[in-house]
């Protein structure tokens, strides 16, 4: 299958470069670039892209809110994989609530682009590598927000700890192993969490766990966690 891309960036330097290394692939066409939020989400209904690269300041339209209208255009069809640095830090919570499936450092590896690319385009959460993992973890941590209505007492025993382990970047393949269940059961195990709990893909779920505190930022204590279904 070959993944049909759009990229996204001001910055005609980097935009170039991200295109030219993507169509290097057998398996990546790039079909469409944009130089700002408003072309990205016009090119991307045009063309229907399997993923949305796109920078997260961008004028017109910044990144977040050309992933929205994307994702929400093609119904989540296409995947939006977003461009970021040190600096925007605070922008990560933000960009997964509006659908942004992944995380890419401006000064990622080539390998690390291809795997990127090939992750979110897959339907899964580029949230494994640790540098990710931290940016959540310090931005939910410090984030002042209600509290969510959503609790902990909703999940069976064993919903929790498939969602830590989705937390912690573990493909399904990994948590059935980790579980010693097959990945029929885990998948079972996702569709009713991902049900009980309004979520829809494994980036909403890695946010949720972080504000129940089931992930606990490296340094903190975990609280004891409340009685759970059997």
Do not use: C, W
């Not at 130089?35 to 991307?44: L, M, N, P, S």
Request: glycine content about 6%; aromatic content about 4%.
């Amino acid at each position: 299958m070959v993944i049909r891309a759009i990229v996204a960036d001001d910055q005609a330097v980097v935009r170039t470069g991200f295109v030219n290394l993507l169509g290097t692939q057998d398996d990546i066409e790039v079909v469409g670039e944009a130089a700002d939020g408003v072309q990205a989400v016009r090119i991307a209904a045009a063309q229907r892209p399997d993923l949305a690269l796109l920078d997260i300041r961008m004028p017109h339209k910044n990144g977040i809110e050309a992933a929205r209208e994307i994702t929400r255009a093609s119904d989540g069809a296409t995947k939006a994989l977003m461009l970021t640095t040190f600096g925007l830090d605070e922008y990560v919570y933000d960009a997964l609530a509006a659908g942004a499936s992944g995380f890419l450092l401006k000064d990622a590896t080539f390998p690390e682009l291809l795997h990127a690319v090939r992750v979110v385009a897959e339907g899964n959460a580029l949230l494994a590598p640790e540098l990710t993992k931290r940016l959540i973890a310090a931005y939910v941590e410090e984030r002042s927000a209600p509290a969510p209505v959503r609790t902990v007492e909703e999940l069976t025993g064993r919903e929790v700890e498939v969602l830590v382990l989705i937390a912690q970047g573990l493909s399904n393949a990994e948590i059935a192993a980790r579980l010693t269940i097959t990945d029929h059961t885990v998948k079972t195990h996702i569709n009713r969490l991902f049900t009980k709990m309004g979520l829809r893909d494994r980036a909403q779920a890695v946010i949720l766990a972080y504000e129940l505190g089931l992930v606990i930022p490296q340094g903190r204590r975990p609280t004891s966690l409340p009685r759970l279904q059997e």
